[in-house]
């Protein structure tokens, strides 16, 4: 049998996932308190318990995203730098499947280019600089000459899906682009850009440098 204090953080993560879902659907400013409420099957009382406000709310979704970029809670195939995360399949797929609703609610925060959804960004794109520079010392990423610049791409090119969403589901030929299989999709392809690059020699990266130099 759960304790009280059980039942309580399961009903505060049931009104996270509930606001997740419907905040990235509607967006934040379009979702009341009493509709998160009815759609986590907790009383309005409850959720100003949890969280005292909308805002309260949004923050916790926010620091619910970036513990998953961080590899925290839900991400425990993660938490171990010995182990190798993608020796777990089973464990991948079930990041996978946890996140359409965080894709979903990003996709939604950018879009409304609040000074929250900028902020997200930032912190983002700083875990994930830090994330390539332990690659590069542990010798699984290739070092950069301009690291930061790299993160910020590197996370621009991983969240453009969702902003191309419409179009890249046409393509693809998906009826909902954060479905798990699309995901799998699109992302592979993206993963092998990364891993095995596009081009076969240099001759891109110096013309473009060509061209810097001239300018």
Known sequence: ??????????ARARIRNAALE?????GVGRVSLRTVAARAGVSHALVLHHFGSKEGLRR?????????????????VLDDPLDDPLDDTAGLGALLEAGAGVRRYLARA??????????????????T????????????????????ARAAIYVTWLLAPLAFGEHLSRVLGVSDLHDTDATLQYSRAAVEIFTRGVFA???????WDAVRKQR
Do not use: H, N
């Not at 049998?1 to 399961?10: F, K, P, V």
């Not at 916790?60 to 425990?76: K, N």
């Not at 010392?137 to 070092?143: C, H, K």
């Open 1 to 10: 049998m759960r304790s009280s204090e059980d039942a309580d953080l399961t």
């Open 129 to 148: 600089g830090r994330w390539l520079e332990q690659g590069v010392q542990e010798g699984w990423a290739r070092p950069s000459e301009d690291p930061r």
């Open 22 to 26: 419907l905040f990235g659907a509607e």
């Open 201 to 207: 020699d240099d001759r891109v990266l110096a013309a």
């Open 60 to 76: 916790e979704c926010d620091a619910y995203v970036i513990s998953l970029v961080r590899g925290g809670p839900g991400m425990e």
């Open 110 to 127: 950018f879009l409304d280019g609040t000074p929250e959804a900028a902020a997200l960004f930032d912190e983002i794109v700083e875990t």
